[in-house]
């Protein structure tokens, strides 16, 4: 596996993917002893699975090299004693993958085994950039889906890019402020799109029209601004609601934490970082072009979050 991978270069048209590629390869390879050993004589059990037809897809590919890791015996584990609210054990990663999408499992606890992760991803090798790979595939996968809506080209491309800002935001993540796995696959969905913008503005056909076009930044009203930067990743449902609620409307900061469950400090660094996020993405024209469609509310909220209610009303009624 080339460690380098994660800061090699951009570029849409086919490196990205070579370097996704190269991530997970060197996965599969190590995984040819304990093949070669199977066919030499031993059966294979039934759930592990043949390497011969690796997959195309960067995300499928790492969702093979996943599997294949954590299939028994592996050295790669998760310590549960180490944090509280896990069980008292060593967690195989595919279960402890699981316990982090039960809605039961709370935001400390995410972020607690987030940033343990992350830590074994920058020190320990490539292994852990895998398992970290691994245990955020569900996420990867449904924005993923999103990033694909109208878009024509191959999606492996897309896949690649966004599997690629999620390794590189590995090496730089400040591993202190919460929500830790959404601030990764954010930082993956944004290498998407400005990839998928970038080829997009290569392939449009530009013509000396007379009429005045619109312009391509997000000018129209401030909710839909919002309903693009969900969309695009780069703040989460929650963060809008209180840009919205406390910006827009006229709940105060303390009635709107306190719906969400949450303290008004906690809410006003969250809003106060999600408005820094959302004025830079504006800068830099992220939410051009973004499709009006809603993101999946976070469910790695604190206690009570989950239940907040919907995005503001002025942003759902322009929906």
Known sequence: MDAAWPHAGRGLNGSRRSEA??????????????????????????????????????????????????QPPTHVAFDGRAVDGLPDEVLPLDRLRTLL??????????????????????????????????????????????????????????????????????TTIDLEPPRVIARLIGAGVRAARKARDAESDACRIR??????????????????????????????????????????????????????????????VWRQKAEHRLAEAIRQGELAFMPLRRGARRRDGAAGAASAGPLPRSIVSRR
């Open 21 to 70: 590629r190269s991530l997970l390869s060197g996965r599969r390879a190590s995984m040819g002893s304990r093949t070669a050993r199977l066919r030499c004589g031993t059966r294979p059990p039934r759930n592990v699975m043949a390497v011969r037809s690796w997959p195309s897809s960067p995300l499928a590919a790492a969702g093979r090299a996943f599997a294949l890791m954590v």
């Open 101 to 170: 999408l039960d809605p039961q499992t709370g935001l400390e606890v995410r972020d607690a085994v987030w940033r343990e992760l992350v830590v074994r991803a920058r020190r320990d090798g490539p292994a852990w950039v895998v398992a970290a790979v691994g245990i955020a595939l569900p996420g990867l996968r449904r924005v993923a889906g999103l990033l694909a809506s109208g878009w024509r080209g191959d999606t492996r491309d897309l896949d690649a890019e966004l599997l690629a800002g999620f390794v590189e935001r590995l």
């Open 207 to 268: 013509t000396r029209a007379v009429d005045p076009t619109a312009p391509v930044h997000p000018w129209d009203h401030p909710d839909l601004v919002l309903v693009r930067a969900v969309a695009a990743g780069v703040i989460d449902a929650d963060e809008a609601h209180l840009i919205g609620a406390t910006r827009l409307e006229d709940a105060t900061l303390a009635d709107t934490a306190a719906r969400m469950g949450i303290p008004a400090s906690t809410a006003s």
